[in-house]
């Protein structure tokens, strides 16, 4: 069974704070991806990042960072010096390698105030 | 390159009503799938397509429910007779690839907002 946690339903912080996102998943299967997505007030789900579970290595792009740890089963999410734009839904999902499902979990409702 | 197109953007129909939901995935993707979003169970998935072809629809809530491909580039999800629960945002998504051990992302449409009265 494969299963995805976001224990945080909602966060709020001021602008230029930085944030962390939760997200635990899951399985047993040894081959899997996890990927996030954002999913702003306009409604529509934007890719943003994928990780391979062979693939360990921490993930930084501009403000955002991802924390990739098999020990904990945890895959968690930073931005650094938030902005009022990164005020969204946030949303982890986890696929197996032999499966073609994708769960995703309950999703983190990120408000960042100015 | 234009990225998955969903239409409409909003519908609001009485209950009992069909209603029909398009999407046009991102040229070149071979896998399309159908996800339905509400408050209470988050994201589904109702289907999927590979190369047209239905591959699970196991998602798929009930007999009013139906889905097609008709070719590479269009497919529709029907839903006849409409009822209020069915109200929730539906997305379309695309990939192309998602065999075993792929791991490309799906790439989601707009969604469209149905609200069944």
């Known amino acids: 069974a494969q299963k995805v946690t976001q224990a945080q339903t909602e966060i709020s912080v001021v602008e230029k704070e930085d944030v962390t996102l939760d997200c635990v998943y899951e399985t047993r299967d040894t081959t899997y991806y996890l990927f996030w997505y954002k999913q702003p007030p306009s409604g529509e789900l934007v890719f943003l990042i994928r990780r391979n579970s062979f693939d360990e290595q921490n993930e930084i792009s501009g403000r955002y960072s991802w924390n990739f740890q098999k020990s904990t089963s945890s895959f968690n999410f930073t931005i650094t010096a938030s902005q009022v734009v990164d005020s969204a839904v946030y949303f982890c999902?986890?696929?197996?390698?032999?499966?073609?499902?994708?769960?995703f979990g309950a999703g983190t409702r990120l408000t960042v105030k100015p | 390159d234009a990225g998955v197109i969903q239409s409409p953007r909003h519908e609001v129909t009485e209950m009992g009503q069909e209603v029909t939901l398009r999407c046009k995935p991102i040229s070149g993707h071979d896998y399309l799938f159908w996800y339905r979003q509400t408050m209470m169970r988050g994201l589904e998935l109702l289907i999927y397509?590979?190369?047209?072809?239905?591959?699970?629809d196991s998602g798929m809530p009930e007999d009013r429910f139906s889905a097609k491909m008709p070719n590479a580039s269009f497919s529709t999800l029907k839903i006849q007779p409409s009822e209020p629960r069915d109200s929730a945002v539906y997305f379309c998504?695309?990939?192309?690839?998602?065999?075993?051990?792929?791991?490309?992302?799906?790439?989601f449409g707009d969604g469209t907002r149905l609200s069944i009265l």
């Open positions: 999902a986890l696929r197996l390698g032999n499966n073609n499902d994708m769960r």
């Open positions: 397509f590979n190369n047209n072809v239905p591959i699970d």
């Open positions: 998504a695309s990939t192309a690839r998602w065999g075993a051990n792929s791991n490309q992302p799906q790439h």
